[in-house]
């Protein structure tokens, strides 16, 4: 939906950070002041209309900006993952007629490069959405660029945006439209690890309903870490199993590229039935993560990665009663691709229909606090020899978040549990708000579990992170 922008350990841990935060924050203030400078309108001393321009200008603009580090320790060997400073500037213009023009960009610093080693390829990313890499700690990104064009039949925002389809916390259903950005695997917030796209997005009142029109002509794709980055993907169902005594070779993916023919296109109709809220959603668009064939010859093994379509139907569905909320989406794809271990296979990948659920229930009854729970399901249709990963699986999820003075302080915490191979993450935070343009957090990130499961492959990567932020 076309919604409004929010405005938004030991003595070696603790001098890690203050080093840290002082060397990144200044460089931070520095750029964001160049940004500011460069991005405030500028008018002549006497421009003979008695300040009106000024007046104009002070309300149809809106500049704001956040600057933000955090840290990351490593809690197996004591070095940092990450130092990263981000600088991101918003830009809001009101135009005549309703029309707005929202801009928004980053700029971030990682002195650690230990997420992203060298310069990414950015091969799953089309030329006209690619970050500029001024070198190896640092790169500057357009993240969002739309117009918002209301009518007397429709809303229409054009340009480079989010489109959020879905309701769930921790792991995504149908929030698939835009791809995402695994630098960090799921640790990221999703509006941070979500990749923009260039969109055609219209919303149209039909009765009691409104209907979402998508047309998104931009070839990117999930943005995958590569085999040196510290959250690369290497449980089984993500990365074909090396077979003894032979040489594999990573061929270059194989990304589509006709801004036509191959475009993504979705609807959504979306509406109140009965007290609940409710969608039907419908994506036609390539899997964002490419599908690795394999071909033997002689003793090499090529991975070819490759790009397939699948359509995608499905729905959300909320209500609540008294204390309790119950929300939950169902969605089925067509024709995916799954690795197996089957040395009989041409490809080393099988085709089935896939369908994903999600149910969850959130309780408010106790002041100032919020219990969610929620329980994933993943369901194959065919029956695949060799698979990898289980027919079925399930995963939970337990939130337990409360407030305290007034709301300026939050504790929460998120756990996530594979049942099927029993690994998972716990994601314990603090934040505190010092003001409403200054907040600072402690927390870290704990996987457990064996190196074949999704959380479990980074079982060697628990940290403390600490963080500042400051909004202008």
């Known amino acids: 939906m076309i919604t409004p922008r929010r405005h938004l350990t030991s003595q070696r841990s603790a001098e890690f950070f203050r080093t840290a935060l002082l060397s990144s924050a200044s460089w931070g203030t520095a750029a964001?002041?160049?940004?500011?400078?460069?991005?405030?309108?500028?008018?002549?001393?006497?421009?003979?209309?008695?300040?009106?321009?000024?007046?104009?200008?002070?309300?149809?603009?809106?500049?704001?900006?956040?600057?933000?580090?955090?840290?990351?320790?490593?809690?197996?060997?004591?070095?940092?993952?990450?130092?990263?400073?981000?600088?991101?500037?918003?830009?809001?213009?009101?135009?005549?007629?309703?029309?707005?023009?929202?801009?928004?960009?980053?700029?971030?610093?990682?002195?650690?490069?230990?997420?992203?080693?060298?310069?990414?390829?950015?091969?799953?990313?089309?030329?006209?959405?690619?970050?500029?890499?001024?070198?190896d700690d640092v790169d500057f990104e357009l993240?969002?660029?739309?117009?918002?064009?209301?009518?007397?039949?429709?809303?229409?925002?054009?340009?480079?945006?989010?489109?959020?389809?879905?309701?769930?916390?921790?792991?995504?259903?149908?929030?698939?439209?835009?791809p995402q950005d695994f630098r960090e695997f799921i640790l990221d917030d999703f509006e941070d690890s979500r990749i923009p796209l260039w969109t055609f997005a219209a919303e149209v009142p039909v009765d009691d309903f409104m209907a979402e029109f998508l047309w998104i002509p931009d070839q990117t794709y999930n943005d995958l870490p590569e085999a040196d980055a510290l959250y690369a993907l290497t449980a089984?169902?993500?990365?074909?199993?090396?077979?003894?005594?032979?040489?594999?070779?990573?061929?270059?993916?194989?990304?589509?590229?006709?801004?036509?023919?191959?475009?993504?296109?979705?609807?959504?109709?979306?509406?109140?039935?009965?007290?609940?809220?409710?969608?039907?959603?419908?994506?036609?668009?390539?899997?964002?993560?490419?599908?690795?064939?394999?071909?033997?010859?002689?003793?090499?093994?090529?991975?070819?990665?490759?790009?397939?379509?699948?359509?995608?139907?499905?729905?959300?569905?909320?209500?609540?009663?008294?204390?309790?909320?119950?929300r939950g989406e169902v969605g089925y794809s067509f024709d995916r691709y799954f690795l197996t271990d089957d040395l009989a296979d041409d490809d080393g990948v099988d085709e089935s229909d896939n369908l994903s659920t999600v149910i969850g229930l959130d309780w408010s009854g106790l002041d100032d606090t919020l219990i969610s729970a929620q329980v994933f399901g993943d369901y194959l249709t065919n029956d695949i020899n060799g698979l990898v990963r289980d027919q079925f699986e399930a995963t939970t999820s337990l939130l337990v978040r409360r407030s305290f003075l007034d709301e300026d302080l939050v504790a929460e915490v998120i756990w996530l549990q594979s049942i099927n191979s029993g690994d998972g993450l716990v994601r314990p935070k603090v934040t505190y708000h010092v003001d409403d343009n200054i907040k600072v957090w402690a927390g870290a990130d704990i996987f457990f579990g064996t190196s074949d499961g999704v959380f479990g492959q980074f079982d060697d990567n628990d940290r403390i992170l600490f963080g500042v932020q400051f909004s202008f």
């Open 236 to 326: 089984p169902r993500f990365v074909p199993e090396a077979i003894p005594g032979f040489t594999v070779v990573q061929q270059e993916p194989d990304r589509p590229d006709s801004v036509l023919a191959d475009s993504d296109a979705g609807l959504r109709v979306l509406g109140m039935v009965d007290s609940w809220d409710v969608s039907l959603n419908y994506l036609y668009h390539y899997d964002d993560n490419p599908v690795l064939r394999r071909q033997v010859n002689g003793s090499v093994v090529t991975i070819t990665p490759e790009y397939e379509r699948t359509h995608l139907l499905g729905g959300t569905f909320s209500n609540s009663f008294g204390d309790f909320v119950v």
């Open 32 to 135: 964001f002041l160049a940004l500011a400078s460069a991005t405030t309108p500028v008018l002549a001393e006497d421009d003979g209309l008695g300040g009106y321009i000024a007046d104009t200008l002070d309300e149809a603009v809106l500049f704001t900006a956040t600057l933000r580090h955090e840290s990351a320790l490593d809690l197996n060997d004591g070095n940092g993952q990450k130092i990263e400073t981000t600088i991101q500037p918003e830009l809001e213009i009101e135009l005549p007629d309703g029309f707005s023009l929202t801009a928004i960009g980053r700029a971030r610093w990682d002195t650690r490069d230990r997420l992203e080693p060298g310069s990414p390829s950015q091969d799953s990313t089309a030329t006209i959405s690619r970050r500029w890499l001024l070198n």
């Open 143 to 178: 993240r969002e660029f739309y117009v918002d064009a209301p009518t007397d039949f429709a809303h229409f925002r054009i340009g480079k945006q989010q489109i959020v389809w879905g309701q769930s916390d921790g792991l995504k259903v149908l929030d698939v439209v835009n």
